[in-house]
């Protein structure tokens, strides 16, 4: 006799992958910042939406970083950290890297986590690391 299936009816079945190490700089017009840099990193969040989702292997996750760098190498000009995510956003939804495709999987991009570290400077930011979240909402089944 086999185990009965469980009911997974509502659950939300992720792949999270990250921290991927970023630096970038921005021009935060907004607030009246000059042009400032920062490191941090940016956690990707794939809904799995089959049997199996975003496959997570060296070469898979080394494409996605490739992708991340494509947009952060350049400066981000008139641009606060929140425009930074909604950007990283942006550049990543619906993207498949050639990387991904032999694997196979069902995928979306759920959520974007920009981890943005601090540095004490003469602009006030301190040495902590804030969090910009861009994120689809839960809707149940």
Known sequence: ???????????????????????FTNVNRPMGLRAHSHTGSVTVVYDTVGRHGYPSFEDTNAALLRRIHELTRRPFKDATN???ADRLWAHLDGYVAPEWEPWGGQYRLRAIHLDVI?????IGHDNGTTRYTVAI????C
Request: hydrophobic residues 30%.
């Open 118 to 122: 601090g540095v004490p400077d003469e």
């Open 82 to 84: 929140e425009d930074v």
């Open 1 to 23: 006799m086999s185990a009965p299936t469980p009911d997974t009816t509502g659950l939300i079945r992720t792949v999270t992958v990250g921290p991927l190490p970023i630096f």
């Open 137 to 140: 909402p839960y809707t149940p």
